[in-house]
Structure formats: C-alpha cells, structure tokens
C-alpha cells in the first residue's frame, strides 16, 4: 500500500510539473512580446496609453527599467485602476487624457486576434476605457501570446464578446442581440462577491457567446447602436500591430 501511496505522489508531482511548465511558458511568450514592444515603439518624450491585463504587467517593468537605466522621459495613461496601479507602483508618471488628449502610443493586450486583425477585449472588464485610450493613440500595439492568434474569432476564445451595458438595460440588450445574431448573451458574474461584475464605469457586462463567423464591423455597429450599450469588446481596424510571443522563445510581428 505505501508503494501504491507513493506512485500516486509521484504522477501527482509530473502532473503538476507539467502544468507549470506549460505556465511558466505563457509567461515567458508575454514577456517577450512586452519587451520588445517597449524597446521597439516607446521613446523619450512619448504619451504612451497603458493597457490592462497580465501581459501589460511586463511591458510597465520594462518601460521602469528603462526609465532607470535610460531616463526614460513618457507620461502614461492608463486604461483601468489595474493599469493605474502598475504605472504608480514602477515609479512612472502618470496623467490622463484631459492633459494628453492625443497619445503617441498605446500598448494592450487582447483576447484573441483573428487573420483580419479583427480583435476580441474586454475579458478582465476594461474594454470601454481601453477603446478610448486605443483610439486617442496614433499608433497602437497588441501584445499577448501564441494562444491569442486565431484564424476566426472563437477558434481559441470561449467566453464570447464582451459587451458593457446600462444595468437596467441589461435584458432588453441581451434580447436584441439574442434575436438578431443568434447565441447566448449572458450577464458576467462577479467571482469574488456575490451577484454581476461591476466595470470600472459602475455598468455590467454581457457576455455574447456567438455561433460561426460573422461581418464584425457590421456585428460592432449593429450592437453599438442598441439602447443601453455603451460599448463592445470588438476592436475593428484599430491595432497597428499585433506582437505574439512565441513557444520557441521569439515574437512573432504582425503589421496591418
């Protein structure tokens, strides 16, 4: 019985090694695709918007080394109290969009990037303040990993499209959507307290879990467009550039 006990213990023990191999993988492909964004696009005097999520972690610890081994001199914007945290807590000078209302770079994350350069966001809440930063940015860059590039939204991506709503019009919008474009529109609960998620703008978030490929200019329009929406998690000819790391340790660069 202890023999048994023990090899037990041990698959238990590969198991886990496996899975942490797997993340320390992840990691290292965020890594790489963050810093070389940095060292590729931000430079002295820039007015860089600042992502949400866990690959932008790395890319907020480059721009301080920078800061300390170069002087780096940029202001950041940020995207969400996520965002605004990391930039104060590396030493970074932060500000907002009434002083910097045209930003020279912003750098974020995504969910999944399909061929068409068509992005999915909004999976950490942030997607109406990251679209507003994105677009007062000349130039935009999306980070993550190999597990973001898809060749059709939902290839790799689950848990739908993001959609942040009036709460009192959370059931007529998700109604419209479900009528419309087929699917499920499911309100996003909190995981750490009871009831709804709560965005940074104090709205809730539909989840619209799609079925097959669709027009998604036309899809982001269509939504938009309904009462009660405030904004989707399609971003629609925005990125300049889409940066992915990759297994192997490189970075892979797509340029719209």
């Known amino acids: 019985m202890l ?3 023990v090899g037990r213990t041990l698959r238990f ?3 886990m090694s496996t899975i942490d191999t797997s993340k320390e993988l ?8 963050a810093r070389t964004a940095v060292d590729t696009y931000i430079s002295n005097g820039q007015a860089v918007g600042i992502g949400s999520g866990s690959t932008i972690v790395y890319a907020v610890e480059r721009l301080a080394e920078r800061k300390k081994s170069e002087n780096l001199d940029i202001v950041c ?6 965002a605004q945290e990391l930039i104060i807590n590396n030493g970074l000078t932060l500000t907002d969009l009434d002083r910097y209302p045209s930003l020279d770079v912003a750098i974020d994350g995504a969910d999944e990037v399909d061929r068409n350069f068509v992005l999915i966001k909004g999976g950490g809440g942030c997607l109406t303040q990251e679209k507003i930063v994105a677009t007062a940015a000349k130039t935009f860059i999306v980070i993550g990993d190999y597990t973001k590039d898809s060749s059709e ?6 848990r739908g499209v993001p959609i942040e709503v009036i709460p009192m019009a959370r059931i007529p919008v998700a109604a419209h959507i479900e009528k419309k474009l087929g699917g499920n529109a499911e309100l996003r609960m909190a995981k750490s307290k009871m009831g709804p998620l709560v965005t940074d703008n104090g709205n809730f978030i539909l989840d619209w879990k799609f079925n097959g490929s669709h027009d998604w200019a036309s899809v982001h329009k269509f939504i938009k467009l309904i009462p009660g929406v405030v904004e989707t998690g399609l ?3 925005m990125a300049s550039a889409v940066l992915l790391g990759m297994k192997d340790g490189s970075v892979k660069k797509i340029v719209r």
């Open 13 to 15: 023990v590969a198991k």
């Open 235 to 237: 971003f629609v000819d």
């Open 77 to 82: 914007i940020p995207t969400s109290f996520q």
């Open 26 to 33: 992840l990691n290292s492909a965020k890594r790489e695709a």
């Open 153 to 158: 939204l939902g290839d790799r991506w689950k």
């Open 3 to 5: 023999c048994a006990g």
